[in-house]
């Protein structure tokens, strides 16, 4: 409702949940931080994209005697004479014998790219206690990603709101050709079917885990509950039409989600084709599916650097869409606390941030980085931002009030008739908070600790992970106990009145608050002026 420049970053929707503003602006750093580090492998991988054979298509001098692009048989039964025996492979072949179909059992073995993945790329040691060095390409990579990043931003969203254009919208053009290739395959039915039909592992949604995912990669990709909805529309002028923005917003990003299932899994269809194994054999999740299941993929197709440059690139533009928003909240949160400074240090302010976060990564791209990026993905983007989630809806919808945010909603798009508004308050007053709710419950109920492939944290490495959850929702409770302590009255007036917005709480401009906010008394009268919208193409003269 406070359509300033980028003000009220720190309340979480709320004047008087500011400690939600800030576990969401804690997460959100911990999330910029090694999220910029996958950006770099993104980039690693463009760049070695640029020659005639991908170094990850087969088994060079970096891989070990488990590399294969088939798979190797170690023993099985065949007939010998009038019996059948049962014996290793080597035997088998010295002896001009035969397998009996169904009989053969495989070596575990390990596609190039997998190799590659922890060899070349990550040079990935065995686990968390052992950091070793700073892997130095992936170090530069970094570097370049957050130049990107604040070449970007250094404008505000006068600079960023232009670059979105291409970075968000061209990604479609590269799924289509992605499709459309993958399309035309061999295998890339039984892909699809893996991805939507008989072949679907269904049981996966009784797991706990798979719902938290699910909540937390929605959330993401919408950037709801991150802070960034709050920072970024606060540049929207105040009558646009919210309501279906958000309804846009969701279809496309669902319906882009979909599509993309569709490119990505046609090819791998065709993958578990050529090397002739199930898809379920083929299929990763997180960072296995970007950086070795589909770079195996693709570097079976013919001219496979250009499908790898595409990919990559278009997994560039991705990472770099979402952190925008992401250092966008940070830095728009900074203004909120000190405006006079953003005003006149924009841009040094934005580089500066860039540098720190760019320092704090360096510990992800070292031998262990990936354990660390793992980690922090695992407990602060994933509970922590349902923590988040959670207390942001309840401080809306029972704190300040649904009918309210309501009142608010149609202050800016007009009035709507209760049957309108009757699904939406099922969704927010019942129906989200149970679910979030249930998810997170279930979700620490069956925890388990974390891993990485078949590597366990130790128990250290699981303490600081719950550390960074603690740290960054524990000021929720001490912010709410520092707002009572500080009320007057007693406890329950104290309690009430911190449920309540304060004094000058509403639109910022006098022309856009009619009755309902014409009690509103401004700390300070500034000069009123309209906000530059997020497009950056239209700006009001002054």
Not at 158 to 163: A, E, I, L, R
Not at 209 to 230: M, N, P, R
Request: net charge neutral; charged share 15%; aromatic share 14%.
């Amino acid at each position: 409702m406070d359509h300033r420049e980028g003000k009220h970053a720190l309340h979480g929707g709320h004047p008087k949940l500011p400690g939600v503003g800030i576990t969401m602006v804690i997460i959100s750093t911990f999330v910029a931080i090694y999220y910029n580090v996958i950006i770099a492998y993104a980039l690693y991988y463009l760049f070695a994209s640029f020659q005639k054979v991908l170094p990850w298509s087969d088994c060079f001098s970096w891989a070990d005697q488990l590399c294969s692009k088939t798979r190797l048989v170690s023993d099985c039964n065949a007939t010998l004479g009038r019996e059948i025996i049962y014996a290793n492979y080597s035997f088998i072949t010295s002896n001009n014998l035969t397998c009996i179909n169904g009989t053969m059992k495989y070596k575990p073995v390990q596609f190039p790219s997998e190799q590659y993945w922890n060899k070349v790329a990550l040079q990935r040691s065995s686990g968390l206690d052992e950091t070793g060095n700073i892997v130095w390409y992936l170090a530069l990579c970094l570097l370049l990603s957050w130049m990107i990043v604040g070449a970007a931003l250094f404008k505000g969203i006068k600079s960023s709101g232009k670059v979105v254009y291409f970075t968000a919208l061209f990604p479609y053009v590269i799924l289509l050709i992605l499709l459309v290739r993958g399309a035309t395959l061999e295998g890339a039915l039984d892909g699809i079917e893996y991805y939507i039909g008989r072949q679907s592992n269904i049981t996966k949604l009784m797991e706990a885990e798979v719902w938290k995912d699910a909540a937390t990669q929605i959330f993401y990709s919408l950037s709801v509950a991150w802070g960034g909805l709050v920072a970024l529309s606060s540049y929207n002028k105040f009558h646009n039409n919210c309501y279906s923005d958000a309804i846009l917003v969701c279809v496309t990003n669902c319906a882009t989600s979909v599509f993309a299932g569709f490119a990505i899994f046609s090819i791998l269809g065709h993958m578990a084709f050529v090397s002739e194994r199930p898809v379920s054999e083929v299929v990763d999740s997180g960072f296995d599916l970007a950086f070795v299941a589909y770079p195996e993929a693709l570097s079976k197709l013919p001219v496979s650097p250009l499908w790898s440059f595409l990919f990559f690139f278009m997994l560039l533009l991705l990472g770099l869409d979402s952190q925008f928003a992401t250092i966008e909240t940070l830095t728009t949160t900074i203004q909120d606390i000190y405006p006079a400074v953003m005003k006149k240090l924009r841009i040094p302010v934005t580089l500066g941030v860039c540098i720190l976060l760019f320092l704090l990564g360096l510990i992800c791209v070292t031998q262990a980085g990936i354990y660390w990026v793992n980690l922090i993905d695992h407990f602060c983007a994933g509970w922590g931002i349902l923590i988040a989630a959670v207390l942001e809806i309840i401080g809306i919808i029972y704190i300040y009030g649904g009918n309210r945010f309501i009142e608010d909603i149609e202050m800016m798009i007009g009035k709507k008739s209760r049957s309108f508004w009757l699904w939406w308050r099922m969704c927010w007053f019942f129906i989200t908070p149970v679910l979030l709710m249930a998810i997170l419950v279930w979700s620490l109920v069956t925890f388990s600790p974390p891993t990485y492939g078949s590597v366990l944290y130790p128990t250290w490495g699981t303490a600081v992970g719950w550390c960074m959850i603690i740290f960054c929702v524990i000021w929720i409770p001490i912010v709410a106990i520092v707002k009572i302590v500080k009320a007057e009255g007693n406890l329950c007036q104290r309690i009430v009145s911190c449920c309540r917005p304060a004094a000058n709480w509403g639109p910022y401009l006098e022309c856009h608050r009619g009755e309902r906010y014409r009690h509103i008394v401004d700390p300070k009268k500034e000069k009123e002026h309209e906000i530059p919208t997020v497009s950056a193409f239209v700006y009001t003269q002054q």
